[in-house]
């Protein structure tokens, strides 16, 4: 019986790769410094998993950014306005498509399906020339090679490269980007070549984009480029590998009825009707890889459950033909739990790793052949038996609130326009409010004061009085600015979600559970693993310090409940949305003592909303429809003069429009200045929108400093398409990661914008 893994995460288990890849972009260290650090990671994931075990080990799923802009220096699709001149593409080239350089912007990012994980999106068109650029998959089989490792080298394959790639700019938007296949398989032929002649016996080909809602042209494509790869292929066994959720019908006839492919892989995690699929009909003598160890999450398998799956699967497909495998690559999940000495004991039992789900294959795959490990399987059962009993688990009161919720959609009892006359009276805004998103820069200084408190070098008095000042610098700050709706900066936090989650009962927080998000940017998510609650407020004290600070309104700050639980590893033993509820009902406690303290402006943030939208269109609404009610469990309770802000990150906001005007928000600000256009498009096509909004302004992504005219001009454009009386004035996002040398002259630039504005308007009446 055999074991396989789908791919690794590259970034080591201290965060190895990150700050070597960090150190060689300041200048600090080499290339052949980086390629060091990279080899010996390489060497070490590959060691270890020959020693666990795998059969079947992967390579080439190790990358400098990212997989895909990998596979775009594989088939020399540089875009012209890096003066790459061909040969072999380098670190200066790859680079400078993954983070622009001094002169050029780098190539979009965008999510990788529905995980946390970005890709780089290939640039394509007609006229691109395509060569084979980069010898990265045959370099790391042959290192793996002479370390006495046969492996499986890893490509995306050909079909979802192009159903992932976008039209280059000047390129038409109607381009199809399928038909340029024929480019792009002679390439992928050369590579297949080199594989056999260095030794593959096996190849492996990531087609993920089968799980999507795919045309028949798009399903055509996929038949079309394995029959043309057929004859390159003889000779070597080759796995398609599919993973996210379960393959469509049409899709999985298609994918096993192509010519040439040795064995189908499939995530049975969250693709649990693929199985019914494969019941009622496996192609006989292909091998089935049954990704039934969760590649997303960490927690630790239910061995005894996915035992009685592979046997099922092996009364269809045979002994020899049964591989198991993990769900999806485990780039998702933390790398190692050996690394958490501080991890509560028992929360710890609970959980898996990406080291412990390699031993988890492989446990599977020996039992499988009659040679169980009896110890491991019962420490295995223990440690199931304790979570789904544990009190620290199950909360009754939690339970019961969650279940309360049901038969009612918590809508405000008055409309918007009724209470954005009400919460005018109170306020007295000019038209054209200014505010900020939230946070303020992070300077060294105050991170040293957090981590030195935190470490029990200074008292908790002396790290109020130093939080404190900071406020009021940042309070003063925006009232020399005279911006409207002040924000106290939020210096005591961290970062948005685990700020929030430090502070609720049902979360634990890992020392090294970092997880790559993009290039060397890791977060590191926690860990929600029983029933939610808030048992003390959470934000009062420092919200209202800050009120006090000001006559003007002050922002109180939350993160929201679909953001919480889509930045987090959630608990497996209940429905998402479940969870969610208790969040909402925890953030509803905080909103409600906010108020009570006298915050009249409350923002919570749901930056997430749509990361969380399901892969397929048949389960948008349902999702849509929880994820929009938990926000407004948020602030039901609250009054009419009680003015809800929401922020979103921009992201194709547009199909899910409804959605956002069903938060019933008083305001929403919109990050948009990267594409203001396309945002905006959806108010142009009459889409009425009665709430406050402030698309942003200006990016804050960039250092660049706007001028008030850029600004006015922006401001404009909005007009154009929304009311005079509804419209904010906002920088995209909050400031945490500027410095303030950007930051105050930006802020100036967008108050003397508003103000301008609000002269003309003046005089036009």
């Excluded at 492996?204 to 480029?225: I, R, S, Y």
């Excluded at 009085?465 to 924000?487: G, H, M, S, T």
């Excluded at 309770?637 to 194709?652: F, K, L, P, R």
Aim: charged residues 25%; proline residues 4%; glycine residues 6%.
């Amino acid at each position: 019986m055999a074991s396989h893994i789908v791919g690794y995460p590259r970034m080591g288990p201290k965060r190895e790769l990150k700050f070597a890849l960090e150190s060689f972009w300041d200048g600090k260290s080499s290339a052949e410094d980086l390629e060091k650090v990279s080899a010996d990671l390489r060497a070490s994931i590959w060691k270890q998993m020959s020693d666990a075990g795998i059969k079947y080990i992967p390579s080439n799923t190790f990358a400098y950014y990212d997989q895909v802009l990998d596979t775009t220096a594989l088939l020399g699709a540089v875009p012209p306005r890096y003066n790459w001149t061909g040969g072999e593409i380098g670190f200066s080239t790859y680079f400078s498509m993954a983070r622009g350089n001094a002169s050029v912007p780098a190539m979009e990012m965008t999510k990788w399906f529905d995980t946390n994980y970005h890709f780089i999106v290939p640039e394509l068109g007609p006229d691109v020339t395509f060569s084979y650029a980069s010898h990265k998959a045959v370099n790391e089989y042959n290192e793996a090679k002479a370390l006495g490792i046969d492996t499986v080298p890893v490509l995306v394959g050909p079909v979802s490269y192009l159903l992932l790639s976008k039209p280059a700019k000047g390129v038409e938007k109607t381009f199809n980007l399928l038909s340029l296949l024929d480019k792009i398989l002679p390439i992928y032929k050369e590579v297949i070549g080199e594989l056999k002649a260095a030794g593959a016996s096996w190849i492996q080909f990531d087609e993920p984009t089968l799980v999507l809602d795919l045309e028949a042209h798009q399903l055509e494509a996929f038949t079309k480029a394995y029959a043309e790869l057929e004859s390159s292929l003889s000779g070597v066994n080759v796995l398609v590998e599919t993973y996210f959720a379960d393959v469509p019908a049409p899709a999985y006839k298609t994918l096993t009825s192509l010519s040439g492919i040795s064995g189908f892989g499939f995530d049975l995690i969250r693709g649990s009707k693929t199985l019914d699929l494969i019941k009622g009909s496996f192609p006989s003598g292909k091998y089935l890889f049954a990704g039934v160890v969760d590649g997303r999450n960490i927690w630790a398998n239910d061995l005894a459950a996915s035992l009685t799956t592979l046997q099922s699967l092996e009364g269809i497909v045979g002994k020899d033909k049964l591989v198991v495998s993990t769900s999806t690559s485990l780039l998702h999940t933390a790398v190692d739990l050996v690394n958490e000495t501080k991890l509560d004991k028992e929360i710890k039992s609970w959980l898996a790793f990406a080291a412990q789900k390699v031993v988890e294959v492989n446990a599977l795959a020996k039992a499988l052949t009659g040679a169980k490990d009896e110890d491991f399987f019962a420490a295995n059962a223990a440690a199931q038996a304790s979570r789904k009993s544990s009190p620290r688990v199950n909360n009754e009161g939690v339970q019961k609130a969650a279940a309360a919720l049901k038969g009612s959609e918590h809508r405000r009892a008055t409309n918007v326009s009724a209470r954005l006359d009400a919460q005018q009276k109170k306020l007295n805004l000019p038209i054209l409010p200014t505010t900020t998103i939230g946070s303020f820069p992070q300077t060294i200084e105050l991170r040293r004061v957090r981590r030195e408190y935190k470490a029990k070098k200074i008292s908790e008095e002396e790290y109020t009085k130093a939080i404190k000042e900071e406020i009021n610098k940042v309070v003063k700050l925006q009232e020399e600015l005279d911006i409207d709706v002040l924000v106290h900066g939020e210096p005591e936090r961290n970062d948005m979600v685990e700020y929030f989650g430090e502070q609720l009962s049902g979360f634990a927080f890992t020392a090294n559970g970092w997880v790559q998000s993009y290039g060397s940017r890791c977060v590191k998510p926690p860990i929600i693993y029983g029933d939610v609650s808030r048992p003390n407020p959470m934000t009062v004290f420092w919200s209202t310090a800050a009120q006090s600070m000001t006559k003007r309104p002050m922002k109180g700050m939350l993160t929201g409940p679909v953001t919480i639980l889509n930045w987090s590893f959630v608990r497996n033993d209940q429905p998402r949305f479940e969870t969610c509820y208790q969040i909402a009902l925890a953030i509803k406690d905080e909103v409600e003592d906010l108020e009570k303290a006298g915050i009249t402006v409350i923002q919570i943030d749901e930056a997430a909303l749509r990361e969380g939208l399901p892969l397929r269109k048949a389960e948008h609404a349902f999702y849509l429809d929880w994820a929009v009610h938990s926000f407004r469990i948020t602030n039901v309770g609250v009054e009419d003069t009680t003015q809800i802000h929401t922020h979103m990150c921009y992201s194709n906001f547009n199909d899910i429009i409804h959605s956002i005007i069903d938060m019933d928000a008083d305001v929403i600000t919109i990050e948009n200045s990267r594409s203001d256009e396309k945002l905006l498009s959806v108010f142009r096509e009459g889409v009425k929108y009665g709430a406050g909004i402030g698309p942003g302004v200006y990016d804050i992504h960039s250092p660049r400093i706007p001028s008030t005219e850029e600004i006015a001009d922006r401001i404009n454009k909005m007009l154009a398409v929304l009311e005079t009386n509804i419209l904010w004035v906002n920088p995209d996002c909050g400031l945490k990661t500027r410095k303030y040398g950007e930051v105050k002259p930006a802020l100036e630039a967008m108050v003397s914008a508003a103000k301008l504005l609000r002269k003309e308007l003046a005089s036009a009446k």
